[in-house]
Nanobody, 119 residues
C-alpha cells in the first residue's frame, strides 16, 4: 500500500508565506506526475500545480508567480512554496501522485492540510 502524507499547513496573514510538503511511502517503484490540489468550502477541487519527474511544471493561473512546486525524486517528496498569500488561497490542500507499482500505475491522494489566510 502507498501513503501520501502532507504537512506544513496553518494560519498565515495576507502577504505571508507557507511551505507545504508531501512524502510518499510504501510499495513504490517510481512516481510519475505529482500534483497539489486545493478545495475551498463549497467549491470544486482545483489543481494548483503539477510537476513531472524531469521537473517540468504547470500552475493554476491565479497562483503563477506566487507558488513554486518542487520535488525530490530520491526521497519521493513534493513541496509547494506559497508566497504572497491571499485570503482567496484559503483551502484544504491535497497532495496527489501517479505511482507505479510493478506493472500498474495508480493515482493516490493525501489526507489534506488546511491553509487559512486571514488577518
Amino acid at each position: 500500500q502507498v501513503q501520501l502524507v502532507e504537512s506544513g499547513g496553518g494560519l498565515v496573514q495576507p502577504g505571508g508565506s507557507l511551505r507545504l510538503s508531501c512524502a510518499a511511502s510504501g510499495n513504490i517503484n517510481s512516481i510519475e506526475i505529482m500534483r497539489w490540489y486545493r478545495q475551498a468550502p463549497g467549491k470544486q477541487r482545483d489543481m494548483v500545480a503539477n510537476i513531472t519527474p524531469g521537473g517540468s511544471t504547470g500552475y493554476l493561473d491565479s497562483v503563477k508567480g506566487r507558488f513554486t512546486i518542487s520535488r525530490d525524486n530520491a526521497k519521493n517528496t513534493v513541496d509547494l512554496q506559497m508566497n504572497s498569500l491571499e485570503p482567496e488561497d484559503t483551502a484544504v490542500y491535497y497532495c496527489n501522485a501517479d505511482i507505479r507499482q510493478g506493472n500498474n500505475l495508480r493515482n493516490y491522494w493525501g489526507q489534506g492540510t488546511q491553509v487559512t489566510v486571514s488577518s
